[in-house]
């Protein structure tokens, strides 16, 4: 038989088509006509790229209608890669934005939606030091959640603690670590200090609000809805600004007695740009981690270099391996005691089948949710995955 692999570049995509009746090939027996796409592996790797698994597919950029269930190619771990049996995977803000055609994942990573996992270990790569087969885990992902199968680096990989079930892991990783590096590591929250939330009922902001209270700071919100703000005071804010109802620089003004705060964690941008930096104090600090309301604007420097303020940008995803690893011990060290001990909790609003991602991308695209939106996959058992610690 023709060695196909010598005549393909590595990486090249290849329809091949066998129709070999139960004939043995390498060890494994088609059977029936099949095809699978070459990838730089190993023949026995390539043929287990032929094994598929459900995923949404995404037909297109656009609406939520362009999300289907469909067949996709297994993940192949690298050599520090955890396979993972996904059972809970979730929605981000930004997997809207991908959905539309916007924020495409980094070179090498899956083009399946889905930035965070919890699951089960499946298999690894031979680098890969103190997991087993069958472990819990949940982590960070660069994408590639919203599968049956994705594949994590085991150094982002976190144990999933007992008790736990798989939402509230899956509920995890990407609203805290953005609310830990934008409120400490970037913004230098202290204790003492105040800070406003912007989209306080949104994932990072119902993470953001806990841990910026249980440092000890004074933690203000704005949010659409009286609901949202009730459920933020929950959680810890001080108060809450309805937005759609007020002007939250003449509230924030009032709430401080004029002083203004510290720091602002804003995802609105544009619209909010010039408000965020009149009602920050000097030496303020305006952590820009979304732009739901737009990228370009004009401001007044002069308020920037009188108050001393600084503008802090960052997204999470296009960052380096190494520097989203420090991420993941940063959040391990400060917050995950805290979230184990359930002093802290992720807040979840509804959990949708994987089937149904369509329908939980215009539920959060309605921001009907308050903290997160999860999914479960076809394989997990949905009973094993309802109980919190
Ligand atoms: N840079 C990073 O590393 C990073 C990482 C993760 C997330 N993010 C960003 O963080 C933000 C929150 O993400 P998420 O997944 O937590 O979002 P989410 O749960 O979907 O919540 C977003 C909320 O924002 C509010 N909102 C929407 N449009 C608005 C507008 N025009 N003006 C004011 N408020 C508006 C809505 O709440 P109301 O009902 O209160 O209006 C909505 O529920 C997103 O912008 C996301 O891209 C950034």
Redesign the pocket.
């Known amino acids: 038989m023709e060695i196909l692999s010598e005549r393909f570049a590595p990486g090249q995509k290849v329809d091949i088509y066998f129709s070999i009746k139960n004939q043995e090939i390498d060890n494994v027996d088609f059977g029936f006509t099949t095809r699978y796409h070459l990838a730089p592996t190993t023949y026995t790797e390539r043929l287990a790229n032929n094994k598929n698994m459900k995923a949404i597919i995404r037909t297109g950029d656009g609406g939520p209608e362009v999300l289907h269930l469909g067949d996709a190619p297994t993940p192949q771990p690298t050599e520090t890669q955890l396979l993972v049996d996904v059972h809970v995977t979730a929605l981000?803000?930004?997997d809207l934005v991908q959905r539309r055609g916007g924020y495409p994942p980094p070179p090498g990573e899956s083009e399946i939606l889905g930035l965070e996992i919890a699951g089960t270990v499946a298999a690894m790569g031979s680098a890969v030091t103190g997991w087993t087969e069958g472990d819990k885990v949940f982590g960070l992902i660069g994408g590639g959640g919203y599968a049956e199968q994705a594949v994590i680096d085991y150094r982002m990989a976190m144990r999933i603690p007992d008790g736990w079930s798989f939402e509230h892991a899956a509920a995890v990783p990407?609203?805290f670590f953005?609310a830990n590096e934008n409120i400490f590591t970037l913004g230098r929250l202290s204790a003492g200090e105040t800070i406003l939330i912007h989209?306080g009922?949104?994932?990072?902001?119902s993470a953001g609000v806990q841990i910026a209270h249980r440092a000890g700071a004074r933690v203000f919100v704005t949010?659409?809805?009286a609901t949202?703000i009730a459920g933020c005071e929950t959680l810890g804010a001080t108060a809450g600004i309805n937005?759609k109802t007020a002007d939250f620089v003449a509230e924030i003004q009032r709430l401080t007695n004029g002083e203004g705060v510290d720091v602002v964690l804003d995802?609105?941008g544009a619209p909010y740009l010039a408000r965020n930096l009149a009602i920050l104090k000097t030496w303020g600090r305006l952590l820009q981690?979304?732009l739901?309301?737009g990228s370009t604007t004009e401001i007044d420097l002069g308020t920037v270099m009188r108050k001393r303020l600084k503008l802090i940008g960052?997204?999470?995803r296009p960052q380096s391996l190494e520097e989203k690893i420090r991420i993941t011990r940063r959040f391990v060290e400060r917050w995950l005691p805290a979230l184990k001990a359930g002093t802290l909790q992720p807040v979840i609003d509804t959990v949708f089948p994987l089937a149904q991602a369509s329908e939980a991308h215009a539920y959060?695209e309605a921001?009907r949710?308050f903290g997160k939106i999860l999914l479960f996959c076809p394989g997990a058992k949905r009973t094993d995955t309802l109980v919190g610690p």
């Open positions: 981000n803000r930004a990407e609203v953005t989209a009922g949104s994932g990072v902001g949010a659409g809805t949202k937005y995802f609105i981690v979304g739901i309301g960052s997204v999470m959060m921001n949710n």
